[in-house]
């Protein structure tokens, strides 16, 4: 029988605990790559909901501006500012709004143009004044 010598097999142990340490940490740093990127993402997705969120209330808030002035005859309504309170910060809306053709009575036509601070996004939405009330036509966001 043959004997093996010990002295040739010392450290292999250590080598193999050392790969394993190794692959471990491997592992460790890929989970924790993917945990930050999905909150950098998640952050992205909320500050994106907000403005989303701030916009529409902008043209909730002029359309209430054109029924409470009642359309104003030919004339545009004025809206103010309006700050918007967010957990974030608060968001202050600008809305411009402007008349078509008819400018008055059932079938009158407003433009309306809502814009953030804090964001380089805007919502612009047509209505019209119909029978019952304001009818959102269309929205675009840029």
Same mark, same amino acid.
């Given at each position: ?6 002295? %040739? ?11 394993? #340490? ?19 993402? +998640?952050?992205? #997705? ?12 902008? #043209?909730?808030?002029?359309? +209430? ?39 008055? %009575?059932?079938?009158? /036509?407003?433009? &309306?143009?809502? /814009?953030?601070? *804090? /964001? ?5 939405? +047509? &209505? /019209?004044? %119909?029978?019952? *009330? &304001? ?8």
């Amino acid at each position: 029988m043959r004997r093996t010598s010990r002295a %040739g097999q010392r450290g292999q142990a250590l080598l193999i605990v050392l790969a394993f #340490v190794a692959a471990f940490l491997l592992i460790i740093w890929a989970a924790l790559s993917l945990a930050s990127a999905a909150l950098l993402s +998640q952050n992205s #997705v909320r500050t994106d909901t907000r403005e989303t969120y701030a916009l529409d209330d902008g #043209v909730a808030w002029g359309m +209430q501006a054109i029924d409470v002035k009642h359309g104003n005859g030919c004339n545009a309504p004025k809206t103010a500012s309006l700050t918007l309170n967010y957990p974030s910060g608060p968001v202050t809306l600008n809305v411009a709004i402007t008349k078509g053709n008819p400018c008055k %009575g059932s079938g009158a /036509t407003f433009t &309306m143009v809502v /814009t953030a601070s *804090g /964001t380089a996004r805007s919502l612009t939405a +047509q &209505m /019209t004044q %119909g029978a019952s *009330g &304001m009818v959102i036509d269309w929205e675009s966001y840029q």
